[in-house]
T-cell receptor, first 116, second 111 residues
Framework: DTGVSQDPRHKITKRGQNVTFRCDPISEHNRLYWYRQTLGQGPEFLTYFQNEAQLEKSRLLSDRFSAERPKGSFSTLEIQRTEQGDSAMYLC??????????????FGPGTRLTVL | AQRVTQPEKLLSVFKGAPVELKCNYSYSGSPELFWYVQYSRQRLQLLLRHISRESIKGFTADLNKGETSFHLKKPFAQEEDSAMYYCALGVRIQGAQKLVFGQGTRLTINP
């Protein structure tokens, strides 16, 4: 499968624990996005990387959240001191930007986080 | 404010009947609109985008800037069209584009 992959697919944790998710974009895609989706809602933008640079962060991304994309390949999203309100599906998307291209975002299967 | 509204959470039609999923947006910039679809147990995938002006799987959508709408239509629904449909607005950020999604409409096609 050459699509966007995410690991783990499911994570159950206790309140106050730290969790880390990984996203592997489509090979050679230079842009990577993180979204969060809660029950009954559409995905909401969290942050965006152009290669290894994090260029945009949503106000939804509190200081307990940190994202990295070392070397411009895979990305990690870490949540420290998890709260029950962090329970959601975390989606990763990647796109290939080229001059004159369409920059379509391709989504991964998501990581479902449950905070007890 | 950037907002996408899909007024119907659920929509149920019979096979062969026309389908229209409504989407309205609010955006001060030049809008770029998308429809994404999520079939059961599959990932979110792009169905169509307004700048392409193409028909995918028999679906079409026309951007109406006067009414700030981007409704998705299909003249004859098929059972395999049953899925979750999200309308999304592309908003410019730092040279790229983030997607602002509506809450989605679950479409069920009855045999």
């Amino acid at each position: 499968d050459t699509g966007v992959s995410q690991d783990p697919r499911h994570k159950i944790t206790k309140r106050g624990q730290n969790v880390t998710f990984r996203c592997d974009p489509i090979s050679e895609h230079n842009r990577l996005y993180w979204y969060r989706q809660t029950l009954g809602q559409g995905p909401e933008f969290l942050t965006y990387f152009q290669n290894e640079a994090q260029l945009e962060k949503s106000r939804l991304l509190s200081d307990r959240f940190s994202a990295e994309r070392p070397k411009g390949s895979f990305s990690t999203l870490e949540i420290q001191r998890t709260e029950q309100g962090d329970s959601a599906m975390y989606l990763c998307a990647s796109s290939l930007w080229t001059s004159g291209g369409t920059d379509t975002q391709y989504f991964g299967p998501g990581t479902r986080l449950t905070v007890l | 404010a950037q907002r996408v509204t899909q007024p119907e959470k659920l929509l149920s039609v019979f096979k062969g009947a026309p389908v229209e999923l409504k989407c309205n947006y609010s955006y001060s910039g030049s809008p770029e609109l998308f429809w994404y679809v999520q079939y059961s147990r599959q990932r979110l995938q792009l169905l169509l985008r307004h700048i392409s002006r193409e028909s995918i799987k028999g679906f079409t959508a026309d951007l109406n800037k006067g009414e700030t709408s981007f409704h998705l239509k299909k003249p004859f629904a098929q059972e395999e069209d049953s899925a979750m449909y999200y309308c999304a607005l592309g908003v410019r950020i730092q040279g790229a584009q983030k997607l602002v999604f509506g809450q989605g409409t679950r479409l069920t096609i009855n045999p």
